[in-house]
C-alpha cells in the first residue's frame, strides 16, 4: 500500500521540505568527502592528543614503560638472529645484524599498525557513540601511535648500523622520505582494516597468520636473493610487494653492501610513492563510504 508523507497544516509542507527549509539532516548522515577531509582536519588535535594517550597508556603497566617500545623489537631480532643467522647460515649476508633489525623495524612498522587498526573501530564503540567526530581520527591515531614507536624504534637501529661497521653517507637522506611514504601506505590500509574489523570480530583472529605470511614474502629474515629462484610470474609479484620495497629503501640508505632484490633505486621510489598514494587514497575513500555505520548495531 502506498503511503503519503505527512504535511504541516501551517506551511502546507511535508517534513522532508521542512527540514531542508531549515537545514536539518538525517541524524549520521554520511558528508560529503571533501567536507568529511575538512573535519577530519579540524580534529588533527584530537587525533594527535588521543594517539599520544593511546602510546603513554599501552606501557603504563609495565615498569620498564616505553623503553619497551625498544626492548621489544631488539629481542625479535636477538631470536632472529639465533636461529637464521647461527642455525641457518643466513649470517653470510654482509652486516647480517643491520640487514636483519632493518627489515624488522621497518616490518614490525606496518605489522603493528594494521594490528592495532583491526580494532581502533570495534574496540572504541562506547567512545564513537557518545561523541560526534570524524571516525577516521581513530584508524589514523593507531597509525600515529605506531609512527612514533617507529622513530623511537629508529634511534635504536641507526645505532646497530653504526656499531657494526657501516659508514654514514649521504643516502641515509633517504631513509626518513621512505618512512613518511610507508606511514601514508599503513594509514591507508589501517583504515581498509578498520572499516572491515567493525563488522568481522573475528579479523584480529585471522590478521596474525595475514602479517606472518606477509612477513615471510617481504624478504625481512633472510636474503632477498633466495627470490630469485621463483618463476617469473611470482619473482615480480614479490618485486611489487610495497613492505618489501619500503624495506629495500630503508636498505639501500644504510647499508653499503646488502643483497637487494630490485636493483634500480628510480623503480622502486616509482613503486614506493604509487602505493602511498593508491593505499592512503584508496583507504580512506573506503573507510568514509562506511562512515554511517560505525558505532550501530
Known amino acids: 500500500m502506498a503511503t503519503t508523507a505527512l504535511v504541516d497544516p501551517e506551511t502546507g509542507l511535508t517534513q522532508a521540505q521542512l527540514a531542508a527549509r531549515h537545514g536539518l539532516r538525517v541524524a ?34 609495565a615498569k620498564l614503560g616505553q623503553i619497551w617500545q625498544v626492548l621489544t623489537p631488539l629481542t625479535n631480532a636477538a631470536v632472529y638472529y639465533l636461529i637464521f643467522g647461527v642455525v641457518l647460515g643466513q649470517d653470510t649476508i654482509p652486516n647480517f645484524i643491520a640487514y636483519l633489525t632493518t627489515g624488522l623495524f621497518i616490518f614490525n612498522f606496518t605489522q603493528s599498525a594494521v594490528l592495532a587498526g583491526t580494532q581502533s573501530i570495534s574496540g572504541n564503540l562506547g567512545l564513537i557513540r557518545a561523541l560526534h567526530f570524524p571516525r577516521a581520527c581513530l584508524p589514523l591515531a593507531a597509525t600515529l601511535t605506531q609512527f612514533q614507536q617507529l622513530l623511537a624504534s ?101 647499508l653499503e653492501q646488502a643483497p637487494l632484490l630490485n636493483e634500480s633505486l628510480t623503480q622502486l621510489w616509482l613503486v614506493a610513492a604509487g602505493w602511498a598514494v593508491l593505499g592512503g587514497v584508496a583507504g580512506f575513500i573506503y573507510f568514509w563510504r562506511g562512515e554511517q555505520e560505525y558505532g550501530r548495531g
Open 154 to 254: 629508529m634511534i635504536v637501529l641507526i645505532g646497530i648500523v653504526l656499531v657494526t661497521g657501516e659508514p654514514l653517507t649521504l643516502a641515509w637522506l633517504m631513509l626518513p622520505p621512505a618512512l613518511l611514504l610507508q606511514a601514508f601506505f599503513n594509514a591507508g590500509v589501517v583504515m581498509v582494516v578498520a572499516r572491515l574489523g567493525s563488522k568481522a570480530s573475528d579479523l584480529k583472529q585471522v590478521m596474525p597468520f595475514i602479517l606472518r605470511t606477509w612477513m615471510y614474502g617481504s624478504g625481512v629474515l633472510y636474503s632477498v636473493k633466495l627470490f630469485d629462484r621463483l618463476p617469473d610470474w611470482a619473482s615480480t609479484i614479490i618485486q611489487f610487494n610495497p613492505v618489501l620495497v619500503y624495506i629495500e629503501l630503508a636498505r639501500y640508505a644504510l
Open 28 to 61: 549520521g548522515e554520511r558528508p560529503s568527502l571533501a567536507e568529511y577531509s575538512r573535519r577530519l582536519w579540524a580534529y588533527r588535535h584530537f587525533t594527535a592528543a588521543y594517539a599520544n594517550a593511546k602510546l603513554v597508556a599501552s606501557y603504563s603497566n
